[in-house]
Structure formats: structure tokens, C-alpha cells
């Protein structure tokens, strides 16, 4: 199973291929036993993924919802399903990163007028639906 894991932290695939308008292009990830599995969208055509934990096989990473133009944080894991993570009130998030206890991270983001404002963000398996804000160095 360790080894499973390992191989497929390493095949672990993100379509980053622009999407043309009507086009999907969906997250997947490639292992032994399945080959390449489909992570499927939030509603949205594209999904991509970023990163998976080591030894549990949790994917994490970004879609668009149903619009098209808005995209959230995601996780796929257990049960083969993508769950939404939401924002800290903004209209975007992304998760960037994911470690062997399921702790994710990534950034909110937010307009503060005519500013952006990226809010760095941390879930835990007890606060999927609810992030922590980690804060910022000082600046947006």
C-alpha cells in the first residue's frame, strides 16, 4: 500500500492547459491499481491538481464552480469525491498544499476596494467547511 502511495504522489497529474470556451479539462490522478482516475469539477469546466498527501492519498487544488469564473479550494479523497472548501468571504480560493495528517493549505482571496487581499488559510479535518486565517507578514 506505502509503495501504491509513494507511486502515486509521484504520477499525481495537473492539467494546466488553457480551456477554451464549451472545453472541460478535469484534475486526475494515475495509480497502480486504476490508472487515471477522473476528479471531476465543482460544476465548473476545469479543475486542476496541485498536490497529494504522502501515505493517504488526499488531492488538493482548485475549481471552477458552475459559472465558469469563480473558483474554490478543493479536496479529494475518501469516497472518491471532491469537496468544496470555500473562501473566507472573498470569491476565490485555492489549496496549494496537503501533509500526511490531512492539514491543507492555501489562500483566500478578497477585494478590499481596488485592492487584492490574499489570506493565507489553513484546514484541518476538524475545519473543512471552517478555515483558520493564518494572517500576513504585514502587507495584502
Do not use: C, R
Request: net charge negative; glycine share 14%; charged share 5%.
Amino acid at each position: 500500500m506505502k509503495n501504491t502511495i509513494a507511486a502515486t504522489s509521484l504520477m499525481l497529474l495537473a492539467l494546466l492547459l488553457p480551456v477554451a470556451e464549451g472545453q472541460t479539462s478535469h484534475a486526475f490522478l494515475w495509480t497502480q491499481t486504476d490508472g487515471m482516475v477522473d476528479l471531476g469539477t465543482l460544476g465548473g469546466n476545469f479543475s486542476q491538481a496541485l498536490a497529494v498527501s504522502p501515505g493517504i492519498g488526499i488531492v488538493v487544488d482548485y475549481s471552477y464552480l458552475a459559472d465558469n469564473t469563480t473558483y474554490h479550494a478543493f479536496v479529494w479523497g475518501p469516497g472518491n469525491k471532491m469537496q468544496d472548501l470555500g473562501t473566507l468571504g472573498g470569491t476565490n480560493s485555492v489549496a496549494t498544499g496537503i501533509n500526511g495528517l490531512g492539514q491543507v493549505v492555501g489562500y483566500s482571496v478578497s477585494k478590499s476596494g481596488t485592492t487584492t487581499v490574499f489570506h493565507a488559510l489553513l484546514w484541518t479535518s476538524l475545519s473543512l467547511s471552517k478555515p483558520q486565517l493564518l494572517g500576513t507578514l504585514g502587507g495584502a
